[in-house]
């Protein structure tokens, strides 16, 4: 296979371009630790933004941070932790669960959507992306958006673009707004209850003015051998010391939680934002994304026809990280069937290379739904270079 690793925007928009000329398929590379997301490559070969790295704009007082799509994901963290700033949506590390090495790297960010627990407070990577620079499939040079928040005209294709997969074009820069780090942070665990319980438990603090940052619900025996639901509360000590004592009283039906404070407490959250549980297996992994009370419901719905299947909770019970024996079509079909009346969505995130070339990867889209997707991806990519089949087959 080819590799291509431009060094300049001018070096990537001239790929493009001679592959287009030639019908050559590209697969697109960052740091290579999600190797396989998605369906498997079918591009003879890689485009990769390896080359294309350093920090190109910080502006701490505006909270605005710009870098080329091959820098390392730590790289941009440990320069806003410099400054006590962050992003605000918890980009996840996949190489716990794809026992990849690699470097994430931001751009890869961006193209996937990568977002974390702090998702169900602060947004997700989407929502804080606001500027990109990309070459379509065309071999042109594209840019959308800003350093500031109100700056978009027409279309928003920096929000179209993320969590595309690389299917609509080469992220070359992007651009984040970002937020302080918090000073402290805490977590509540309560211990022993069912999944519904934790799912209402979850629901009725989201709903309350105590600002959860994070909340998820570990069924017994996943980190423990009782049943752990959890909230992370941040900012400064007399916030969270209040904050704590009145979810406690709005809770207290539940009984009394637990308060874990430093690594204790980061350890258990870095496991739930890398699905570290289902990490070293030979399961298949699923995100379901649904409405939180129906969390529960679809984990047991899935678990009357695939007994060996695993589960927990994030997002407040709106993401359920399920992971199952990877059998193919019977694994797909019974997952999907367990989602239909609930009407979630269903992802393989990671399964051998046998079973994702069988199964609809992504959630399958409704017709009309298809027509705009396929519409988009030939405006973008009128000669299929980028990613062909990633994400559909056929487009």
Same mark, same amino acid.
């Given at each position: 296979m080819?590799?291509?690793?431009?060094t300049?925007?001018?070096?990537?928009?001239?790929?493009?371009?001679?592959?287009?000329?030639?019908r050559?398929?590209?697969?697109?590379?960052?740091?290579?630790?999600?190797?396989?997301?998605?369906?498997?490559?079918?591009?003879?070969?890689?485009?990769?933004?390896?080359?294309?790295?350093?920090?190109?704009?910080?502006?701490?007082?505006?909270?605005?941070i710009?870098?080329?799509?091959?820098?390392?994901?730590?790289?941009?963290q440990?320069?806003?932790?410099?400054?006590g700033?962050?992003?605000?949506?918890?980009p996840?590390?996949?190489?716990?669960?794809?026992?990849?090495?690699?470097?994430p790297?931001?751009?890869?960010?961006?193209?996937?959507?990568?977002?974390g627990?702090?998702?169900?407070n602060?947004?997700?990577?989407?929502?804080?992306?606001?500027?990109?620079?990309?070459?379509?499939g065309?071999?042109?040079m594209?840019?959308?958006?800003?350093?500031?928040?109100?700056?978009?005209?027409?279309?928003?294709?920096?929000?179209?673009?993320?969590?595309?997969?690389?299917?609509?074009?080469?992220?070359?820069?992007?651009?984040?707004r970002?937020?302080?780090?918090?000073a402290?942070?805490a977590t509540?665990?309560?211990?022993?209850?069912?999944?519904?319980? /934790?799912? *209402?438990?979850?629901?009725? @603090? #989201? &709903?309350?003015?105590?600002?959860?940052?994070?909340?998820?619900?570990? +069924?017994?025996g996943?980190?423990?051998?009782?049943?752990?639901?959890l909230?992370?509360?941040?900012?400064?000590?007399?916030s969270?010391?209040?904050?704590?004592?009145?979810?406690?009283?709005?809770?207290?039906?539940?009984?009394?939680?637990?308060k874990?404070?430093?690594?204790?407490?980061?350890?258990?959250?870095?496991?739930?934002?890398?699905?570290?549980?289902?990490?070293?297996?030979?399961?298949a992994?699923?995100?379901?994304?649904?409405?939180?009370?129906?969390?529960?419901?679809?984990?047991?719905?899935?678990?009357?026809?695939?007994p060996?299947?695993?589960?927990f909770f994030?997002?407040?019970?709106?993401?359920?990280w399920?992971?199952?024996?990877a059998?193919?079509?019977? /694994?797909a *079909?019974?997952?999907?069937? @367990? #989602? &239909?009346?609930?009407?979630?969505?269903?992802?393989?995130?990671?399964a +051998?290379?046998?079973v994702?070339?069988?199964?609809?990867?992504?959630q399958?889209l409704?017709?009309?739904?298809?027509?705009?997707?396929?519409?988009?991806?030939?405006?973008?990519?009128?000669?299929?270079i980028?990613?062909?089949?990633?994400?559909?087959?056929?487009?």
């Open positions: 080819t590799i291509h690793t431009p300049t925007e001018a070096q990537a928009c001239a790929v493009v371009k001679s592959v287009v000329d030639n050559v398929p590209l697969t697109l590379r960052g740091g290579g630790t999600r190797a396989g997301l998605g369906r498997r490559s079918q591009a003879a070969s890689t485009l990769s933004s390896a080359g294309l790295t350093g920090i190109t704009l910080y502006e701490p007082a505006e909270m605005v710009a870098a080329r799509a091959g820098t390392p994901l730590q790289a941009v440990e320069t806003l932790a410099e400054r700033q962050m992003l605000p949506f918890e996840m590390d996949h190489r716990p669960l794809f026992g990849t090495d690699g470097t790297t931001i751009g890869a960010v961006a193209a996937c959507n990568i977002s627990p702090r998702r169900i602060a947004g997700a990577a989407r929502d804080s992306l606001i500027g990109i620079r990309m070459v379509n065309r071999g042109e594209v840019k959308s958006g800003g350093r500031v928040m109100k700056n978009v005209t027409g279309l928003d294709l920096v929000k179209l673009v993320c969590g595309s997969h690389g299917t609509l074009g080469f992220l070359t820069e992007v651009t984040f970002v937020l302080p780090k918090p402290e942070i509540l665990q309560w211990r022993g209850l069912s999944d519904a319980q /934790g799912a *209402a438990l979850l629901s009725k @603090a #989201l &709903g309350s003015p105590f600002e959860p940052m994070a909340a998820a619900h570990l +069924p017994a996943l980190a423990g051998e009782a049943a752990l639901t909230l992370r509360l941040e900012n400064f000590p007399d969270i010391e209040y904050r704590a004592g009145e979810l406690a009283l709005l809770l207290g039906e539940y009984g009394v939680p637990d874990l404070e430093g690594e204790h407490s980061a350890t258990l959250w870095r496991h739930i934002r890398d699905a570290a549980f289902f990490a070293g297996t030979e399961e992994v699923w995100r379901l994304s649904l409405k939180p009370t129906d969390g529960p419901k679809a984990a047991a719905a899935v678990a009357r026809t695939l060996a299947a695993r589960w994030d997002w407040g019970g709106g993401l359920v399920l992971a199952a024996p059998d193919g079509d019977a /694994g *079909a019974a997952i999907r069937a @367990a #989602l &239909g009346p609930l009407g979630g969505h269903a992802t393989l995130l990671r +051998p290379d046998a994702r070339a069988a199964v609809d990867v992504f399958p409704a017709e009309p739904l298809m027509r705009v997707t396929a519409g988009i991806k030939n405006s973008f990519d009128p000669a299929g980028f990613e062909p089949g990633r994400m559909y087959a056929g487009i």
